[in-house]
């Protein structure tokens, strides 16, 4: 896995991070969008357009937003 989006965003609606990415892989999850560490290529686009600061490289999430990591690996099916 290699971008995380934590849950900043979870209040965010803007899509900036959607728009930018070259492979489609940020979708809308039940609550806030998330990265797909299958599709994503490292590139961090997201990263720098997020609105919210809401998008880290998964060594650079929070301590407290360590559970992001967890939520967007069960999403889409990563053990």
Same mark, same amino acid.
């Given at each position: ?15 900036? =991070?959607?728009? !930018? %990415? *070259? +492979?489609?892989? @940020? ?18 686009? =997201?990263?720098? !357009? %997020? *609105? +919210?600061?809401? @998008? ?24």
């Amino acid at each position: 896995m290699a971008f995380v989006i934590t849950s900043e965003c979870i209040t965010e609606r803007a899509a900036d =991070c959607v728009e !930018v %990415c *070259p +492979v489609d892989c @940020i979708t809308l999850g039940k609550d806030q969008f998330l990265i797909d560490p299958n599709t994503c290529i490292d590139c961090g686009a =997201c990263e720098v !357009v %997020c *609105p +919210v600061e809401a @998008i880290y490289f998964e060594e650079e999430v929070p301590e407290g937003e360590r559970a992001s990591i967890l939520k967007a690996k069960t999403y889409f099916g990563i053990q």
